[in-house]
């Protein structure tokens, strides 16, 4: 076993192993995602008891072991208690985690997406923000990190940043007038320009917007249509999302 060494990172998921062990996933800014066993964890007088729990985020005293590290200690800055006591919020934050745990590998440089995943659980706690805008906000943010966003910059046909009104799936992205495609969908200029901007700007100023109705409708079917096409995992979270996010 190697020296210990101190991560900051935020647990994606924890599940029972053993007896009163814990196996945590946690996404840190050092070395990505990787896997921790905690010994005793499940035990009510644990101090990893809480610290193991999903959205923790703080530093991580681990030693490295050949197939997967072991925890020490834990420094939680953040437990998130806004949306463990929230039910809705809980669900919501279950998938913005599930979601990072499918696009991040260990010894990545998976720090833009630990630092979306933080911003998006505090965005989830304010209760000025929409929660449904939170989640395509954080959905399309992840794509771009991923590399699968759609072009809304420009034409996808012909290269012109004038008149994009349609958004096409066979085309990968935005359409202008003159190139409209049989399966374009219309979309509002504000639309247009919130995918722009979510796509382009630095995490710490995501989620500093609001946006109409209409506009939110538009980003939904955007998002429902992109998520079916390129994300190839079916997330367990979202199913349960779905079935309750009416009481959300």
Not at 242 to 247: G, L, T
Request: contains cysteine.
């Amino acid at each position: 076993m190697r020296d210990a060494v101190t991560l900051t990172g935020i647990v994606l998921s924890s599940a029972p192993s053993g007896e009163y062990d814990k196996r945590v996933v946690i996404l840190t800014k050092e070395r990505g995602k990787i896997t921790a066993f905690a010994r005793g964890a499940r035990r009510p007088n644990s101090a990893l008891l809480a610290a193991t729990g999903s959205f923790s985020f703080g530093t991580f005293l681990l030693y490295e072991g050949r197939d997967a590290y072991s925890l020490i200690q834990a420094n939680i800055s953040n437990y998130f208690p806004k949306l463990m006591s929230d039910f809705g919020g809980a669900y919501y934050g279950m998938y913005f985690c599930e979601l990072a745990d499918y696009y991040t590998r260990e010894n990545n440089d998976e720090i833009q997406i630990m630092k979306l995943l933080y911003q998006s659980l505090r965005a989830l706690t304010k209760k000025s923000l929409d929660r449904e805008l939170v989640r395509y906000i954080y959905e399309l943010k992840i794509f771009t990190y991923a590399g699968e966003y759609p072009e809304v910059f420009v034409c996808t046909r012909c290269g012109s940043q004038e008149k994009l009104k349609y958004f096409s799936m066979f085309q990968t992205g935005m359409v202008c007038e003159e190139c409209r495609t049989k399966d374009g969908l219309v979309l509002h200029p504000s639309t247009v320009y919130a995918m722009q901007y979510i796509i382009s700007t630095e995490v710490e100023h995501l989620y500093t917007f609001t946006v109409s109705e209409e506009v939110l409708a538009e980003l939904r079917m955007v998002m429902d249509r992109w998520r079916e096409r390129y994300l190839e995992k079916s997330m367990k979270s979202l199913e349960i999302l779905e079935s309750v996010k009416d009481i959300c």
